[in-house]
């Protein structure tokens, strides 16, 4: 995966990872799932005592939120077996930040086309094919409104936003072109006018103190996270999240990029109260410093922290001082389902071998494949395959559901976050000598409760 | 107190790595007397260099050559480590000689806005030859055992071997400033070039040799700490930079031992904050890190600065020649006229244009108020931009205040920033008034955008921001189902005119002719009683005034305000920008607009930048220094010696040849 500091100091960008991250993965994980065994005594008894029962957030759980293609994958046999399209072809544009120092981020646009390429040949989005119109940004808020208005020229019937810092809402908007997006990124992601497969760091911090409690039933914790502006928006969501769950906090911040010995100072004040568990909001080289850093200095406080630091980059580097790390929106890797045919086939056009390669580019093949299955449901439903019509079953989330995992989309379960279709994540720890596993008992954990 | 000093220790690592810079920066500016901002980008290509050959390969930095060289193994650590220095040792030879030497003599802001240029060259060059893997971490290469002080104080080994390495080179570059010749000639072509040039010193060949060997130092420290800290095109270019420039600032840009001492300390106590932010309430719950050593820094130079200038010093700092004042309705008329009739019937995507290069030409206002008349650098006008679109969303949002109210109270409140970041120009003037205020936009940008009570979060949908409307009448640039609306373009250059005119008949006024005796000669200016603190003053609140309009207008055009609009980078090249533009005059500021990322002549010409596809960023950069070494005084200042040389020719050729007198 492409390394990039900038854009993440810029906007927190601290679950992008497990779009990644949960390529591939089989819906099914919950049965096969292996609960982490790592050398961690402390650890592995806080995972093996968990049951299902204490695993329900207490309140109420909104419609829909239910998982409900455990058992079936997500487009039945898949979309492999679906004939090549042949209605009127649908223009799905995508604005992307491409080619500024810091800020370029080409593999989102490769992996949608090569995502497209494969959805022409299976089906389409729902019988129709798929032209893709890119428009590249460069980070600056005008090249993002220059986009919408190109998009909008060039009537487009829906966008799915690559990684836009800036999306011009009010120009599709007023263009009447339905927005979704894989992840929010900056705060006016969460209340504009548009549609998110996923949760961003808002949902991803709660589903960590809501797994802190089910899990580790901590009362205390300790919070290490640079001070730049996305990192402290994201540590703001998770005091909420944490006060929500009646759990008492210490926070410690460091610089953007520290030292190895910078970090081992953080994890050494922020234990320095022996708390139940820790929350780590570093990411790419913050994960390795901390988990270099908790070995370092013996600590064996559990850590929970965000899929990016699962990246198999991080692993590789850190090997087993991944014991006793937990990571939000991480599963294990299964094969053979029909969606991981359908990941394989699109991995081969792109010259890959193993889905951690797409990078970021999952977040354009998890978006536009999601998006494909919603238009097959309203296919099916009878209904005319149009942007709208697809934006629309996806805000309705009546049984849409997403792709791989099957789950059903439930947009608008949390009145404050508007824009936000999926409230769920799975979550795994680091297992030594296997790598990331699941964690039985949390493959779709629901946040709505500890929303902020 | 154990506490304490463990979490000081820690902090080695990151102190040596500040007081390397700034040895580094002090060495560039004995020898040349510039201050480059590209010290970092240049230092981190080599640590990239060292880390590929640590893979066995050797990249290559220009485009349409292979991408590097394969030896097909690791060619080891001692091969590495000296081809490494090698080619850093021939960056600062071509750095000096192609892009700074041919500034010799250009103004001191045409220095920095090349500098600007190399930190975009090198930044996309890495991007570009190591795009999968820009973030790259390297093998150990200094001891990295733990070494313990006392009880629960032990600490990696590494940090600490740094710092010595560190004190051992600034020793070494002491000893050879005070004991040797070349040092000796350097040091006193830095006090008196003329002097040197007569004892037959050559300047440009000294300046050559500091820049080899600031070059080599930022190099060692790269190399020797990448292992510490992994390498991305960021981290040594500005995050460690901006803390040197700072140490340098204390060291006067003279002084090695304090500009290395006060490397040092930043690091450790930047280390010791992880605790005092627990064991402190008072301590800042967001920025501290960063921002507090500057805040220390800035008011350190107001108590230690010169009231008064050296003879010489402001010849050293020297601005762009001004232009004669001169309003005419044909001036007016033209720029206005095209660009509303431009927004009236072309496309939106050419009405984008035209409301980036409005915007732009009002932050390059705020600059030909500040630097072109007020002879005051700035590095830190988008941080004042931002304050004001930030406070333009609480006043609209939160309070309801209306508009035209909310903007010019926005505007005020950045106003009283800049008040604040000109404080020191009262004392510090200059190169070292320029660093000031980049450490005020870096305080800004720690203290006030990295604060979700200020910017916003998730569950406010961050700093959003109202369309204009006067009553009933809707000024804003998306309304209903129309997504890109002219009026709101009238609307920017409207208040792009107002601010022109205003800046314009400041020039003329009473004001304006106070602000120019006193950029020309302050002592001069004090003796004829114009009270200096004053005009510096007012200069700086203007300008911040008509920056954080600009904020607004930006945050008007967007419905919304972010930080990363307004970072210290992009105050750096807005400076560069307005600079190239030409930043003594009105139609300088309209030039640089004109000439503005994504402004009319950037769309003109993406057609041709598409063409270069991923090298686009690189050769902009190169661009940049080309432009400035072309016109070291703006394309306005170059368009303005090339007309008055052609007025010149042709007046010759009007004069009646003279027949000479036959001799008798």
Partial sequence: ?452 | MTDYLFFILLGTGAGAIIAAFGLGLVVTYQGSGLVNFGYGAMATWAGYVYADLRQGAYPFPIPGLPARYHFGEDVGIWWAFGLALLTAALMGLLVYQLVFRPLYRAPALAKVVASIGLVIVFTSLIERRFEDNAGLRVDAILPREPVTFTEGVTVPRDGLWLMFIVVLITAAVWASSRYTRLGLATKAAAGNEKGAILLGYSPQRLAQSSFVLASLIGAVVVILASPMIQLSSGVFTFLYLIPALGAALIGAFTKVWPTVITGLVIGLVQSSFTKMQVDFSWFPQYGAREGLPFLVIIVAMVFLGERLPDRGSVEHFRMPAIPPAKVTPLSIIVPVGVAVVGLLVLDPLWRGAIMTTTIATVLALSLVLLSGFGGQPSLAQLAFAGVAGFALSKLAMQWDVPFPIAPILASLIAMVFGVLVGIPALRVRGTNLAIITLAGGVAINEFVFKNPKYVGDASTGGAKVPNPRLGNWDLGLILGDQASRPIFGILLVGVALVLALAVANIRTSASGRRMLATRSNERAANASGVNIARVKLEVFAGSAFIAGVGGCLIAYRFGSVSDASFGTVASLTALAVAYLGGITCVSGAVTSGITASAGVAFYLISNLFDALGQWEVFIGGLLLILTAILNPEGIAGGIRQQVAAAKLKKAKAKQPVRTPIPAT
């Fill in chain 1, 1 to 452: 995966m492409k390394r990039n500091n900038h854009v993440r100091a810029l906007a927190g960008l601290t679950v992008l990872a497990l779009v990644a991250a949960s390529c591939g993965s089989d819906s099914d994980s919950s049965s096969d799932s292996v609960a982490p065994a790592g050398t961690d005594a402390a650890v592995e008894e806080t995972v093996a005592d968990t049951a299902p029962a204490d695993t329900e957030p207490a309140g109420t759980e909104p419609a829909g939120t239910e998982p409900t293609g455990t058992d079936a994958p997500a487009g039945g046999e898949g979309f492999i077996a679906l004939p090549p399209p042949d209605g009127d072809p649908i223009v799905v544009g995508m604005v992307n930040t491409e080619g500024s120092p810091g800020l370029d981020f080409p593999e989102i646009s490769i992996a949608t086309q090569a995502a497209a390429d494969f959805l022409n040949e299976h089906g389409g989005m729902g019988g129709r094919p798929i032209e893709m119109e890119f428009c590249q940004a460069n980070g600056a808020p005008e090249t993002s409104q220059a986009c919408a208005q190109e998009l909008a020229g060039k009537g487009v019937e829906l966008v799915l936003l690559g990684l836009d810092l800036f999306p011009g809402y009010d120009t599709f908007t007023a263009s009447n072109i339905p927005v979704t997006g894989v992840l929010p990124i900056l705060p006016g992601d969460y209340t504009a006018n548009a549609l998110f497969l996923g949760g961003g760091n808002t949902t991803t911090t709660a589903a960590m103190a809501a797994f802190a409690q089910q899990n580790f039933d901590a009362t205390t914790a300790g919070i290490v996270s640079a001070d730049n502006a996305g990192a402290n928006g994201t540590e703001a969501d998770l005091k909420k999240a944490l006060d929500k769950a009646g759990i008492t906090y210490v926070s410690i911040k460091g610089g953007d990029n520290e030292t190895d010995a910078g970090y081992q100072g953080l994890m050494s004040q922020a234990t320095a109260d022996n708390p139940d568990v820790l929350f780590s909001l570093y990411a790419d080289a913050g994960c390795i410093g901390t988990m270099r850093g908790r070995v370092a200095l013996g600590i064996e406080t559990p850590v929970i922290t965000t899929a990016i630091c699962a990246s198999a980059e991080v692993i590789d580097e850190v090997g087993d001082d991944a014991v006793g790390w937990y990571f939000i929106g991480s599963q294990t890797e299964r094969e053979g389902t029909p969606e991981a045919a359908a990941l394989d086939a699109i991995l081969e056009s792109l010259g890959f071998t193993n889905s951690t390669e797409l990078g970021l580019g999952g977040l354009g093949v998890t978006g536009l494949l999601s998006l494909a299955t919603i238009a097959n449901s309203v296919a099916d439903g009878g209904e005319d395959v149009t942007g709208a019509s697809i934006y629309a079953a996806l805000g309705a989330s009546d049984g849409v559901v997403n792709w791989p995992d099957g789950n059903a989309f439930s947009c608008g379960a949390a009145p404050t976050y508007p824009t936000i279709c999926n409230f769920t994540f799975p979550i795994a720890g680091y297992v030594a000598g296997t790598g990331i596993e699941t964690v039985e008992g949390f493959e779709a954990l629901d946040t709505t409760d500890f929303l902020p």
